[in-house]
């Protein structure tokens, strides 16, 4: 838990805030790729953390570190293993287990051996994509491998012991990354998975054709798999990052306002919107060009 004032007399202490937050963001960052960087035994890197914890940005900055020595990284996404939607909405209706895109059940486990063993044998092997406005697995880029590549496998799932299972661990890094502080401020205080469901909810409206009411409704199901398969394990997991940007309240702030005005009364979830609605209306206004281009916080409001 961290203390912030959240009282600025002009525009220049909001940007020396932000830029506050950056560097200590950045400063854990360019520690833990300097760790793999050393690594010459270094294949497999695992970045998992739940959602919308700034998985992507990471795995950006941990590429720059290896290829500074020479290292080709590949970076892997687990979400694009995805069964289709419409066999997992099957499956949940034959299973009566509730549809889940967080669950390990959403994972084609099979397909992902299958290109592992052939990573690990040094044979080619196609890299399927996940399309998620149309819910379908497509056909991606054949990786060819070499014997110097690092491969990054990226997403909530690289922390399940399904998955870790996959890995020679002798030649592996695994990295949990999450927003790990609460951030206490006069306006009132914000939980770590409070901080991560406001910027899923803008993620999912900007980049998944996603309206707030369903996001609200998934959420408890992501929290419920949060407990069961993530959290038990953050702990097995080498290294950890906070990503917790305090600045991002102020700045989600407007955009977050007009989407949760966008549930009705009737809906479900009014009462929460509305709750999240007042309190993100006591905090101060940030303008959103003050957040860099490189910034964690791009991936949930966009460039």
Not at 219 to 241: F, M, Q
Not at 271 to 279: I, Q, S
Request: charged share 25%; glycine share 4%; aromatic share 10%.
């Amino acid at each position: 838990m961290s203390e912030y004032s959240f009282l600025f007399s002009d525009e220049s202490e909001k940007k020396a805030f932000v830029a506050q937050c950056e560097a200590a963001f950045r400063s854990r960052l360019h520690e833990i790729a300097s760790i793999a960087a050393a690594r010459r035994d270094l294949r497999f890197i695992t970045l998992a953390g739940p959602t919308c914890s700034g998985k992507t940005t990471t795995a950006g900055i941990l590429i720059e570190g290896l290829e500074s020595v020479g290292r080709r990284v590949v970076v892997i996404s687990i979400d694009d293993f995805f069964y289709d939607r419409a066999h997992l909405k099957a499956e949940a209706q034959r299973s009566g287990i509730p549809f889940d895109m967080d669950s390990v059940r959403a994972i084609d486990l099979t397909a992902l051996r299958a290109f592992v063993s052939d990573l690990l044998a040094g044979k080619p092997s196609v890299l399927p994509r996940f399309d998620f406005h149309e819910g379908k697995r497509t056909i991606g880029d054949t990786v060819v491998p070499h014997p110097e590549d690092v491969y990054l496998f990226e997403g909530i799932q690289a922390v399940y012991p399904e998955v870790t299972a996959l890995f020679p661990r002798e030649t592996m890094l695994s990295i949990y990354i999450s927003v790990e502080e609460t951030v206490v401020t006069p306006h009132g205080s914000w939980l770590p998975r409070e901080i991560r469901l406001l910027r899923r909810l803008l993620r999912d409206s900007k980049f998944r054709s996603t309206d707030a009411e369903t996001t609200f409704s998934h959420w408890g199901s992501v929290v419920r798999n949060e407990l069961v398969s993530i959290e038990p394990y953050r702990d097995t997991c080498d290294e950890r990052i906070n990503s917790a940007l305090p600045y991002e309240l102020c700045v989600l702030k407007e955009p977050l306002m007009a989407l949760l005005a966008t549930v009705g009364e009737g809906d479900d979830h009014a009462v929460t919107a509305r709750l999240l609605f007042e309190k993100l209306s006591r905090l101060p206004s940030f303008d959103e060009a003050y957040v860099p281009a490189d910034s964690v916080l791009r991936e949930f409001i966009g460039s």
